[in-house]
């Protein structure tokens, strides 16, 4: 059965962009043990909500998972991983916190509950939800 995920990046260090520009990306790095925990749920077609954190703090685009979870090559010790994403398509506007926020269907998901984590996972619903705000131009 699919899943649903968010991960997190600031744009100054690795942008919509620069993964659109790329194709896929191994998402490293990650080094906390909750998100950690959710890279390693995550199978192939799984999809993700690409979020830029920072100033922007909005929903950008889909991505899926290609390539389920493995050591992370960045890590110089303790047990970290990482796993393959290719990006999909960007969302036709940018879904801000603010307005996730003020989505009655996404309270307590996990981007406002636990903002700090950088990898989440979401259900099923508000990831659709997210993804309605940012391509049916009467949800803003």
Known sequence: MKSFWLVKQEPSS????????????SWTGVRN???????????KGDEVLFYHSGEDKAVV??????????PDPTAKEGDWSTVDLAALKPLR??????EI????????IPLIRQSRLSVMPL???AFRE?????????SS
Do not use: C
């Open 33 to 43: 043990y909750a998100a950690r925990n959710s890279l390693r749920k995550m199978q």
């Open 130 to 138: 997210i993804v309605k705000m940012g391509t049916d131009p009467e």
């Open 123 to 125: 259900a099923e619903a």
């Open 61 to 70: 685009g889909i991505a899926k998972v290609v390539r389920t979870a493995y």
């Open 93 to 98: 506007r940018s879904v801000t916190l603010r």
């Open 101 to 108: 926020k003020g989505n009655l269907r996404l309270k307590g």
């Open 14 to 25: 690795y942008s919509w962009s620069d993964f659109i520009g790329e194709d896929h990306t």
